[in-house]
């Protein structure tokens, strides 16, 4: 498998978890795509991931599957799964049904952390297992990603919303809860999401401290191959210094 094909295989399994936290959605697989409903009416949680086999195709029957439940919903894209005349025709799909670029993020990978460049502080990421934690992780999801906050905890407060591959983990500072980071396995490659630092506590190296303790205690369980990521523009300085390089493009569409 090529670096794009792990960064997009683990994607697809992490997204499922808005189609499985509410206990209201749906996960459909069609075709070569899957269609993941989270049972509330929130467009970037309801998510159609194409893949390059009759992706056009794809987009309609996902597009037929959203009608009935929602008004707004978002397609993500790896555009490496592609070739030019694939993306061109998708583009003009995207164009039909009203879908409109929000974002690029690159999916990025690492085998191997390079050392940090400055003395970082100490947190310790706990695991998302109580319903204290579910509480405290989908109030800082809310904070840090300007998540409405009811929805957010609409869906991280559950508990069923913990019962699959999405593992999340709140960073503690001295008892206190900054920040927070979800972990996705799938094989030997380790997916990092919804990284997220209070914005009263950002600058102060929290974030790299969080997602190298998160990584790392997950590697010492042995298995652990290459960890990847998709990251925001900001993101991207600091993933490279820490041993990130770019492997793959994504794009996400919302339908107006």
Request: aromatic letters at 8%.
């Amino acid at each position: 498998m090529t670096d794009w094909e792990h960064i997009h295989g683990n994607l697809r399994q992490a997204l499922r978890f808005f189609g499985e936290a509410t206990g209201r959605g749906e996960v459909r697989e069609i075709g070569a795509a899957v269609a993941i409903y989270a049972g509330i009416e929130y467009g970037v949680f309801n998510i159609a991931l194409l893949d390059a086999a009759e992706a056009t195709g794809s987009l309609d029957a996902c597009a037929d599957f959203f009608g009935p439940h929602v008004r707004r919903w978002s397609v993500w894209l790896c555009e490496d799964a592609l070739n030019l005349n694939q993306l061109r025709e998708l583009r003009g799909g995207l164009a039909k049904h009203q879908m409109t670029e929000i974002s690029r993020a690159p999916g990025m990978v690492l085998t191997e952390f390079a050392p940090p460049r400055r003395e970082l502080p100490v947190i310790k990421p706990v695991p998302v297992d109580t319903p204290g934690l579910r509480e405290t992780f989908g109030g800082l999801a809310a904070v840090c990603f300007d998540i409405p906050m009811g929805v957010s905890r609409e869906v991280y407060n559950p508990a069923r919303a913990w019962n699959g591959a999405y593992r999340g983990y709140v960073g503690m500072v001295a008892g206190r809860p900054v920040g927070i980071v979800a972990l996705v396995r799938t094989g030997t490659t380790l997916g990092v999401y919804s990284l997220g630092i209070d914005p009263e506590s950002r600058g102060l190296g929290y974030g790299e401290a969080l997602l190298r303790e998160a990584v790392e205690g997950q590697r010492a369980r042995g298995g652990v191959e290459r960890v990847v990521l998709q990251s925001s523009e900001s993101g991207q300085s600091l993933y490279r210094h820490m041993g990130f390089r770019e492997a793959a493009q994504f794009s996400v569409h919302l339908k107006k």
